[in-house]
């Protein structure tokens, strides 16, 4: 007889609960949903300040260029003219002054999320008065008898050259084109609307185009700078919860690590304290009820006496259970291995059941390959094992009913045991309650029979111990069958007799 390997019984824990990442994503929501009722217009406090974080060092490296042209456009208006550069340049410094203010202030200050939007306005302040001088310095009557090439074309060129700076080294800030040259399109549109000359009407036309396309890329740079610092953002908050939960990871394996400890000397005390009285109410019931000492005299008392010791005696065996399936989870069970025989093992369970058996006029058949080679293993936990099954299926079966055993190869090499009966079953939702610690299904709550729950949970794990696979296939009226399999590394092969030697 043969029979092919089963598959291994799913272990994943059910769902309960929402989810991790169902958490994890409805604290992102309601970040995002609270910046926006902060900002006016949809930028997140947090990065808004960070652009403004990027704004001063990235202005102030821009500072020597806007020097320059400052200075040519001194020159250019001057034409050697002394004071008018003097004040050119005075003029410059201040109305920049303003701004090199904030920007000094907001490097000493420790500035919040609350103030970003404030802290931005007196930016943006301060490139209004900023851009003043080039308002003024195409409002100036240009200089006739330089001809049109000193006069006008080289300051629009100027005046274009600073729009486009601006626009490189302050985009971080909203809008900088057109606060800082905000004045310098008033001016120039009112010198256009009076230009008599078409190559002047051109120029202003350049220069009041010019403005609108360097803050369109002012704008584009603001946004790719804002996506760097959300994806950054989002990147460290992403680093930040993975930490966090292997952080509490860590701290549920030391709280599961310290209960497990505390249950192990919990099970270590009530193994000592439980066992030592256990033993004495066993040997003085049993001696009182089989009167060994002498007559009792009352046929209630020694019945008494009977029961004190079968209710002594299961107790007794629960607390062997309770510690057995504490040291499995623990990794504290040793397996005594060496070889053993199924056949043989499974042959003795039956003798231990057979009366219990007879009593309710089960049948128990038992189907053996024959010649299997042994197995290695611990013999005292494959015994527990093969009993536990069989006890179950004594349990659970009616009377009259018939119980099969099974012992042969698997189709991988390996060997199995099979018990199956033609009880009530086990319902299908009930499965994993009877494979859990404790777990009862519904008709060995209704039955009679003393039990404890923790029979197939104990089967389970010391089969895994032995590197095999634990199933259980029931159906509610259809019975059950429990199959235990190991792998063919445990089977022992039989080696060839050799050869005498002439």
């Known amino acids: 007889m043969s029979l092919a390997a089963p598959p291994s019984l799913d272990k994943s824990a059910l769902p309960r ?20 009722l902060i900002s006016a217009d949809g930028m997140p406090p947090r990065i808004e300040l960070e652009l403004l974080r990027q704004h ?107 729009v486009g700076t601006v626009s490189l080294i302050g985009a971080s800030l909203k809008a900088v084109v057109g606060w800082s040259f905000a004045p310098l399109v008033v001016v120039v549109a009112a010198l256009a609307a009076r230009a008599d000359d078409p190559s002047q009407f051109a120029l202003h036309g350049v220069l009041l185009a010019a403005v609108p396309f360097f803050a369109i890329v002012a704008n584009r740079l603001r946004a790719s700078r804002t996506d760097r610092i ?41 193994s000592h304290e439980l066992r030592t009285p256990l033993n004495a109410i066993l040997g003085f019931s049993e001696v009182i009820g089989e009167e060994i000492l002498g007559p009792v005299g009352n ?29 499995v989870e623990a990794g504290r069970y040793t397996l005594n291995e060496e070889a053993v025989s199924l056949v043989a093992i499974a042959t003795a369970a039956i003798g231990f059941v057979q009366m219990k058996a007879d009593a309710k006029r089960i049948e128990i058949r038992a189907e053996f390959e024959p010649n299997l080679p042994q197995l290695w293993g611990d013999p005292r936990s494959l015994r527990q094992v093969i ?26 090499g390996g060997q199995y045991v099979s018990v199956r009966d033609n ?27 003393q039990g404890t729950g923790l029979g197939l949970p104990i089967v389970q794990a ?32 039989v080696m060839p007799a050799l050869a005498e030697l002439p």
């Open 56 to 162: 001063v060092p990235q202005f102030s490296a821009g500072l020597p260029a806007m020097a320059v042209l400052v200075g040519a456009a001194g020159a250019l208006l001057a034409l050697g003219d002394l004071p008018v550069m003097a004040a050119w340049i005075g003029l410059n410094l201040l109305l920049a002054l303003p701004l090199l203010l904030v920007l000094r202030a907001f490097e000493k200050a420790a500035p919040s999320m609350v103030t970003a939007f404030a802290w931005r306005r007196r930016f943006q302040i301060g490139h209004l008065a900023l851009g003043l001088p080039w308002a003024v310095l195409m409002a100036w009557p240009a200089c006739e008898a330089c001809g049109f090439v000193a006069a006008d074309a080289v300051r629009f060129a100027v005046a274009v050259a600073v």
């Open 299 to 327: 046929e209630t008392y020694r019945d008494y006496a009977r029961d004190i010791h079968n209710s002594g005696q299961h107790l007794l065996d629960l607390i062997n259970e309770i510690l057995d399936l504490s040291r």
């Open 230 to 270: 959300r994806h950054r953002t989002e990147r460290d908050q992403f680093t930040f919860e993975i930490e966090a939960a292997r952080i509490a990871s860590d701290q549920a394996r030391q709280r599961a690590e310290e209960a497990n400890l505390a249950k192990s000397q919990f099970l270590a005390t009530m």
């Open 387 to 412: 009993l536990n099954l069989l006890s179950n299926a004594v349990k659970f079966t009616p009377g009259r009913g018939r119980i099969l055993v099974r012992v042969g190869w698997t189709a991988g």
């Open 462 to 493: 010391l089969v895994n111990l032995h590197n095999g696979t634990f199933e259980l296939t029931s159906a509610a009226g259809q019975g059950t069958e429990a199959l235990a399999t190991f792998p063919h590394a445990r089977v022992l092969e």
């Open 17 to 36: 609960g929402g989810t991790p990442g169902h958490s994890l994503e409805l604290a992102r929501t309601l970040r995002r949903t609270r910046d926006r």
């Open 423 to 449: 009880g009530p079953g086990i319902p299908k939702e009930e499965m994993p309650l009877v494979l859990s610690s404790f777990g009862q299904g519904t008709n060995a709550i209704k039955s009679a029979e």
